[in-house]
């Protein structure tokens, strides 16, 4: 199962991205012919700028959640069943167990994933090339693909600079605040 939910993670982005661009399809991919079997109308996913974005962020969630998935197993793992066996003898419930042994014990678990996570959204390039080109409309043109448009497409070389420096700004802010969350979580 951990095979299953990891692959995705290390499959090839453009081939991935591909390949949901077929299973989109609007005439004959598989998301229409499954809703069209149950009775309900296709949709143009990717095609509508009313559903392309959510399509896109369905698909990077699909991408990345094996990987977070093996950082959130390993953190479970690796926190003692004594910590459990010592809070249910004091007599606390699941959810103060929960409250008060496993989300404190996977503390540092969450903020990687919750920074990485963040940094892959400002990096969020592939997908929305491959698939959309920025469109329709530029309903899924995400600040990656916007300054590579600028760059070298429209060769404003000097506005896709800036705009990558004010990306980098924005995702040390980002972290940054995530830090000072972290730090006073921790009591520091």
Same mark, same amino acid.
């Given at each position: 199962m951990r095979l299953i939910f990891y692959t995705p993670s290390i499959t090839n982005t453009v081939a991935v991205a591909v390949v949901w661009t077929y299973m989109y399809n609007?005439?004959?991919?598989? /998301?229409?012919? $499954?809703?069209?079997? %149950?009775?309900?109308?296709?949709?143009?996913?990717?095609?509508?700028?009313?559903?392309?974005? $959510?399509? /896109? $962020? &369905?698909?990077? %969630?699909?991408?990345?959640?094996?990987?977070?998935?093996? %950082? &959130? /197993?390993?953190?479970?793992?690796? $926190?003692?069943?004594?910590?459990?066996?010592?809070?249910?003898l004091d007599g606390a419930n699941k959810w103060e167990q929960i409250r008060h042994i496993t989300l404190p014990s996977m503390q540092f678990s969450i903020f990687f994933v919750s920074v990485t996570t963040l940094i892959g959204w400002f990096q969020f390039f592939d997908e929305p090339f491959v698939m959309t080109k920025g469109?329709?409309?530029?309903?899924?043109?995400?600040?990656? /693909?916007?300054?590579?448009q600028n760059g070298f497409q429209n060769s404003n070389f000097g506005f896709a600079a800036a705009a990558s420096f004010v990306m980098f700004v924005a995702i040390i802010l980002a972290t940054s605040i995530q830090f000072r969350i972290q730090r006073k979580q921790r009591g520091e």
């Open positions: 609007p005439n004959n991919g598989l /998301l229409n012919n $499954i809703l069209r079997s %149950i009775g309900l109308p296709g949709l143009q996913w990717i095609y509508d700028p009313a559903t392309a974005k $959510i399509s /896109l $962020i &369905f698909l990077a %969630i699909w991408k990345a959640v094996g990987l977070n998935m093996l %950082i &959130f /197993l390993a953190a479970l793992q690796g $926190i003692p069943e004594s910590l459990y066996e010592a809070a249910e469109g329709p409309l530029n309903s899924t043109n995400s600040v990656a /693909l916007y300054v590579y």
